[in-house]
């Protein structure tokens, strides 16, 4: 659906898109000259107007949720498995039986967004470059791999080496999770399926406790317990991703398991979002426009400030919890109501959003239980009598999870152009492993059992991103005020409806749009939703708070 009322294309936007061959009217016409630049738009050109109804879309979505969602579940688990594995084993002695110090246990934690921050440049070209599905299958089975070979590593320099590997493939799979839902969901229904796949961050936290708990019990002369652990988690990885490459489509357009009808709506109802599906074509101005482009740094620093928070209390956490006065295997088995919590605060958080429509502002709202929580960890003493109070807090603490999958969804909706979202996602991705790396640093086990100094920082930053959530809106008004005028100046309508945000009832109260439809196809090389402009070019884009 249209995001506005279509009008002959100004002059200048073919500078914006390269030319193909399409047909302009109904299906096996004689086919022009025009200009489409996404992939989404010639298929749609190729195979002409399609009419379907309310109920034909919602059995498409249906489809879509049931292959596409179960596959990034999977994908983000064992990621968030794997990558967490460091914090499981830190009270099982890897420090000791790996002859680690603090400070080298701290590098463990942070290398890995090292090997991630190096290569997430190439992250985005390839997820422009390539099929997205064959990709991110790709770099699951190769950090799989690299998790089970973490078996071997008996010391600093080869543990270290192969973490910075695993975080190297792991670059992949944010951007690539972020790239699947702009790609199969419509704007209204991205906020809760990012929270869905970002949730696994909470599932991993239970079912690694337990993993963990129950691995843990393994005693063997010939091989230690963090070993046991690696290996584990590592094959079952290394076998998700094979399944991962069977069963993943690389876009709506070439999901064999629908029929052509099925993936004609499923194309045609992403147009609504100005944001394209997919070019397979690098471009250098949306690049460039991505690094003058402002938004982009207000969401680097918003990830970032809450990257190191996570990832100082994400590496430290068990060692946290053991020093509130805990054994190792109840700080394993209390690490479970955080991770229920944090599956609830992510979904929870991502619902409210949906309903109110305003990320900024329940991004703030949800950051004042992690600074109430860090504050009552930081004032109350560890004197034996105050474990509970302590624990409490520290479950506040896990509500900083909603945080970062509203930023993935808040970014992602406003940003336009195949190019530029996936380098404007590698910026973001950027800053959380520029905080990842901050953030363990920020605590050592000298501090122990007050952990001050890294408490304080993660409060601190708790503050500045609440304090972003409410600023970034602001700026995201004056850009919709600049489109505005920018319709007006072409001679299109100052307000329009944003279709791409309607709600389940306002989309059934619509009723049937097979008019509405026939009449898109037909001219779709008049509507800026499939010509791969990016957000700040495309006066029909609007932002969203």
Known sequence: ?????????????????????????????????????????????????IAFSYDDERAVLKRVDMRILPLLLGAYFFQQLDKSSLSYVSIFGII???????????????????????????????????????VIGTAIVLWGASEALLAACT????????????????????????????M?????????????????????????????????HIMNDKIYRYQVIFLFCGVLTFLYGIAF?????????????????????????????????????????????????????????????????????????????????YTNFNAILFNIPFGVIQVASIIGSAALATKLRRKGLVTALVSLLP???????????????????????????????AITPMIFTWQGQNTGGDTKKKTTTAVVITGMCAGNIIGPHLFDTKDAPLFRPGLISALVQFVFVGTLGLLIPLYLMFLNKQHERKR??????????????????????????????????????????????????????????
């Open 1 to 49: 659906m249209s995001s506005g009322s279509s009008k002959p294309p100004s002059p200048t936007m073919a500078e914006d898109v390269d030319t193909i061959s399409v047909a302009r009217t109904t299906p096996k016409t004689t086919p022009t000259t025009t200009v489409l630049a996404d992939k989404a738009a010639k298929f749609i050109s190729e195979h002409g107007a």
């Open 371 to 401: 600074i109430t929580g860090t504050i009552i960890m930081i004032t109350v003493p560890r004197n034996g009598h105050t474990k509970g109070v302590l624990l409490f807090g520290y479950y506040l603490v896990s509500f900083l999870g």
């Open 96 to 134: 000791e039986d790996a002859n680690l110090t603090s400070h080298q246990y701290s590098w463990l934690g942070s290398i890995l967004y090292f090997g991630q921050l190096a290569f997430q440049p190439l992250a985005a070209f390839l997820l422009v470059r390539l099929p997205t599905g064959k």
């Open 245 to 325: 490459l069977i069963f993943m489509p690389d876009s709506p357009m070439e999901a064999k398991y629908m029929s052509e009808r099925e993936q004609l709506i499923a194309v045609e109802r992403l147009r609504a979002n100005q944001m394209g599906v997919a070019s397979r074509k690098w471009r250098w101005d949306h690049a460039l426009e991505t690094l003058l482009d402002l938004k982009t740094w207000l969401w680097f620093l918003i990830m970032t400030s809450i990257s190191i928070a996570s990832g100082g209390i994400g590496t430290f956490g068990n060692l946290i919890v053991k020093d509130f006065g």
């Open 155 to 182: 010391n600093f320099s080869s543990l270290i080496a192969v973490r910075f590997f695993l975080g190297a493939f792991e670059a992949l799979i944010a951007p690539s999770c972020i790239a699947i839902t702009q």
């Open 184 to 216: 199969w969901w419509r704007r209204s229904e991205q906020t809760l399926r990012t929270s869905y796949w970002n949730a696994m961050n909470g599932v991993t936290q239970v079912v690694g406790s337990l993993v963990t708990y129950g691995l843990g």
């Open 488 to 545: 007006v100046q072409l001679g299109k309508r100052a307000d329009i409806a944003d279709e791409s945000m309607l709600g389940k009832k306002q989309m059934q109260e619509s009723g049937e749009r097979d008019l509405e439809q026939k009449e898109q196809a037909i001219n779709i090389e008049d509507d800026n939703g499939f010509q791969d402009r990016s957000d700040l070019k495309n006066e029909d884009f609007i932002y969203v708070y």
